[in-house]
DNA sequence: ACAATATATCAAGATATGTTGATATATTGT
DNA sequence: ACAATATATCAACATATCTTGATATATTGT
């Protein structure tokens, strides 16, 4: 029941579904590139993606001074189809500026 | 993404699987079975029931003076889903005393 | 019409969750 | 070693959600 509930609260907020879906077009991200195409601040960002890796959608691949996050593959039946309702949904990021400073 | 977050707000809560995971048993239930079940107040119970309708996943049929919810038939895959993992919990409702006055 | 039963709704307080700004840690280049 | 960059964590406040107790509504039987 606790896995159950940390999966669905992972989910359960505005900003992480937005995340989630972004990470799942893009595949593998660094958070500047999150904090870079929506308007928030870092500590925010960084908030939601451990939340997001502690439930069990997201992984981390620490690289240099990058954390890159993607999501978790292969993935249980569960949360693979909470992911896919996630994708069926319209959500119009507005995709902003530049990328952060990945050489 | 409203419908989304309000059919998985709806399931992030102990109260409301514990609830939707007896009914899926049960089959049709009135709210004082629920309320004889577990020891809750009534309000608590209308409250979660509610919630759980408006999400789209309890339907009510109204019968004399009773209010019999059941799980929605058919169900869309996503909630399909979600009732299924829900099904899967290990969940031992101490299923208590008598029933309601139904005759 | 009245009393009893079943359910729904509301206000108030308790608890959980999200946001921000400040600060800590870790890595890279000079 | 130091400065710059990337990310993580924490405290304080704001907001949302849950629980309870009181009250409202609706149905049935007398």
Redesign the pocket.
Known sequence: MDVF?KTI?AV?????VEILHYINQSGEV????I?NSFS????????????LKDAGFLK?D???????YSVIEPIDEFRASILKEINSLEINISLQKKG????
């Open positions: 509930l609260g359960n907020d505005y900003t992480r660094c958070v500047c590139d904090e928030m601040i870092q500590s925010r960002i960084s908030r939601h993606l451990k939340i981390v620490r690289r240099g001074r990058w954390a890159f952060c400073n990945l050489e």
